[in-house]
């Protein structure tokens, strides 16, 4: 009979250790549904919102740990079925060796790095992604969105270094005595292209010309291709590109013969004075304009007396063209020659399209 009772009590308390684990388990698994659950909450809540991806999926992450933490506190007082099975198990845990005074905030010193890590790193990402969405609803040049968005994730990225840094109680003027250093150091060597970028940046931020105008720059005139924070790309009417220091655009004289929708061309029309008739060869030029398209009726053209020299009188002919009407000029020039062929023909302003 003995034997029996002791077999008893032996799978009596096996039993009793079986259900404690499954019970254990089940709450495990039950408190990994509920963070699971939680997490998919939150995350479809977030993504409606403005938030970055990585934020949105590190908050998820933190919804899970409350339920789990919790289970794991109530492990050792199901398994031990006492409430005063926690302070045990920490003693076992911790043992002699640590000292709970030190490794608990250390601890949380690690949890709250990795946190603020993951956080600084979605709130950066984040209001890089607003900075850019925000100024371009504004028609700010794209160059200039993301040289803005940058600034923002390099800040936030940075403060959250110095909250890390005084977290542990590491004193930040050496960090930032080494980071002022190192910025004179960069600043003297770089000088010339910080001027290039400054200037860049106001170019952008101003746009005194945009992609596809003709401009004069210095002695370059050309087509603008491209607007860099470094550098101005220009398409020179010979074919050439040529590219200009933004610094030079910034300090020089910036001529943008595109600016407006429209251009004026001025022609010397040079006669013998016994080929001229006061009336009739005035209306003789501005007739030859009427077959050419790209000659605007408003400002009409007009044909002025402008000087008289050598048994030789000359007419200014002053017509305006429409933008993007390349051709326009050479088929005006061809029509007066037709029409006059005993004059001389001088393009006086060229209206950007020769």
């Known amino acids: 009979m003995s034997f029996l009772a002791v077999n008893n009590a032996w799978m009596s308390d096996v039993m009793v250790q079986i259900l404690r684990i499954a019970l254990i388990i089940i709450i495990l698994l039950a408190a990994l549904g509920i963070g699971l659950r939680l997490r998919r909450m939150l995350i479809a809540r977030l993504k409606k919102t403005v938030l970055d991806n990585w934020i949105i999926q590190t908050l998820g992450v933190i919804a899970v740990i409350p339920s789990i933490v919790v289970a794991l506190l109530l492990t050792p007082i199901i398994y031990d079925w006492a409430f005063d099975s926690l302070p045990r198990w920490l003693n076992v845990i911790t043992g002699n060796r640590f000292n709970p005074q030190y490794v608990i905030p250390f601890l949380g010193n ?17 209001a890089q992604k607003l900075a850019i969405h925000r ?39 050496i960090p930032v005595a080494a980071v002022g250093l190192v910025t004179v150091a960069i600043t003297v060597s770089i000088q010339d292209i910080l001027k290039d970028l400054v200037a860049g940046f106001y170019i952008l931020l101003e746009r005194p010309f945009r992609i596809g105008d003709q401009v004069t720059i ?23 590109e040529v590219s200009i220091p933004n610094a030079q655009v910034f300090g020089g004289i910036v001529v943008n013969n595109t600016f407006y929708l429209e251009r004026r061309a001025t022609i010397a029309v040079t006669l013998p004075e016994e080929n001229f008739v ?35 009188i000359t007419l200014t002919v002053r017509l305006w063209i429409a933008q993007g009407q390349l051709s326009t000029l050479s088929d005006v020039m061809y029509a007066l020659h037709k029409r006059l062929p005993f004059a001389e ?9 020769v």
């Open 278 to 312: 006061p009336d009739e060869t005035a209306n003789q030029i501005i007739s030859a304009f009427n077959d050419i398209d790209g000659v605007m009726a408003e400002p009409a053209p007009t044909a002025m007396f402008s000087s008289f020299a050598e048994q030789k």
């Open 135 to 173: 100024l371009g609803e504004n028609r700010i040049d794209i160059n200039i969105r993301m040289l803005i968005g940058r600034i923002f994730y390099v800040s936030i990225l940075v403060f959250t270094g110095f909250w890390i840094l005084s977290l542990w109680q590491i004193s930040i003027g």
């Open 345 to 353: 023909l001088a393009v006086k302003e060229p209206a950007g399209n």
């Open 110 to 126: 690690i949890l709250e790095s990795l946190l603020l890590i993951a956080l600084g790193i979605g709130i950066a990402r984040t």
């Open 218 to 240: 210095a002695t370059h005139t050309g087509k603008v291709e491209d607007v860099q924070l470094r550098a101005t790309k220009l398409h020179l009417m010979s074919g050439e």
